[in-house]
C-alpha cells in the first residue's frame, strides 16, 4: 500500500511538473506562440443574427469560415464603404455594447478599423479572446519581412488597405501574417499618451516609427502595432504608436486577438 501510495504520488508529481503550455492546443484561426494562441490574420468584426447561435458558438471556436459567417446572415462592420457596415449604436466607442458582436480571425476580408481600444477588446472577448499584448505581439511578429515586396507598406495612392492573409510573403516566422503594414494593430496595453516621435535608429530597427514619450499629457494612450500600408519602410516589427486616447480611431488602426 505505502508504495503504490507513494508511485501515485510521483505520478502526481509529474503531472504538475509539465508545463501548461506543453497542453496548449490552439484553434484553427490562431497559432501558438509561446504560451498564448495568437490569431493568424487581422481582426474583422461581424454582427451575427442572434438567432443564429451555432454560428456564434463557431465564432467563440475559432473554426468559422467566410463562407460560414457569409451563408449565416453575419455582416461585417467597420468603416470601409462597399464593404463593411457602420459600427450600430448598440456597440458604442466607449465599448459598453447593447448588442454583442464578435471578433473573427479569417482570410480574405478587409480589417476592421476605425474601432477603439474599447470596441476591440470587448469584440474579443464577446469571441472568447483579448487583445494580443504588446509583449505577444513583438514575439508574434519575429521574423516578419518588412520590404514592399512581401508586405503591404508602399501604396501610398492606395485608399484601402488589403484584404486580410493576401500577401503569402507577409508572415512571421511563427505562421502570423500581416504584422508589419496593412493596418496599425492595437493591442491590450496602456501607456502615457505620447507626444514625441523620434524613430528607432537606423540597422538593426531599420528606422521604424516610434511615438512613445515626450513631455506627457496625463492621460492614458491605447498602443498599437506594426505601422500601416503607406508608410513605407517605417512600418515594420518594432513600430509602435501611442499617441491616441484609449477611445480614438481612424481608417488605417485595426486589431488583432489572442487566446
Not at 23 to 32: A, G, I, N
Not at 114 to 141: D, G, P
Not at 179 to 186: A, F, H, K, S, T
Not at 242 to 249: A, L, M, T, W
Amino acid at each position: 500500500m505505502r508504495a503504490m501510495i507513494l508511485s501515485m504520488g510521483a505520478a502526481a508529481l509529474a503531472l504538475w511538473a509539465i508545463p501548461v503550455h506543453a497542453t496548449l492546443r490552439c484553434p484553427p484561426d490562431s497559432v501558438k506562440v509561446g504560451t498564448a494562441c495568437i490569431d493568424k490574420y487581422e481582426g474583422s468584426v461581424w454582427q451575427i443574427p442572434p438567432s443564429n447561435s451555432s454560428l456564434v458558438k463557431l465564432v467563440q471556436a475559432g473554426k468559422a469560415t467566410v463562407a460560414d459567417l457569409t451563408a449565416g446572415g453575419a455582416t461585417e462592420l467597420g468603416c470601409i464603404p462597399g464593404s463593411q457596415t457602420p459600427y450600430p449604436a448598440t456597440f458604442p466607442v466607449n465599448g459598453n455594447w447593447t448588442a454583442p458582436v464578435y471578433a473573427a480571425s479569417v482570410p480574405g476580408v478587409l480589417p476592421s478599423t476605425c474601432i477603439s481600444w474599447f470596441q476591440a477588446e470587448q469584440a474579443c472577448a464577446l469571441s472568447n479572446k483579448r487583445l494580443v499584448t504588446n509583449q505577444e505581439w513583438q514575439r508574434a511578429a519575429s521574423g516578419t519581412p518588412d520590404d514592399p515586396a512581401s508586405c503591404n507598406i508602399g501604396n501610398s495612392m492606395a485608399p484601402l488597405p488589403n484584404e486580410t492573409g493576401s500577401a503569402p510573403a507577409c508572415v512571421s516566422n511563427w505562421g502570423t501574417f500581416d504584422m508589419v503594414g496593412n493596418v496599425w494593430e492595437l493591442v491590450g496595453d496602456w501607456q502615457e499618451q505620447a507626444t514625441l516621435q523620434n524613430n528607432w535608429p537606423s540597422g538593426d530597427f531599420a528606422d521604424d516609427a516610434s511615438s512613445v514619450g515626450g513631455t506627457g499629457t496625463g492621460r492614458p494612450g491605447e498602443a498599437f502595432r506594426g505601422g500601416y500600408w503607406k508608410m513605407g519602410g517605417n512600418a515594420g516589427v518594432f513600430a509602435i504608436d501611442v499617441s491616441k486616447d484609449p477611445s480614438g480611431s481612424g481608417p488605417a488602426l485595426g486589431f488583432r486577438c489572442a487566446r
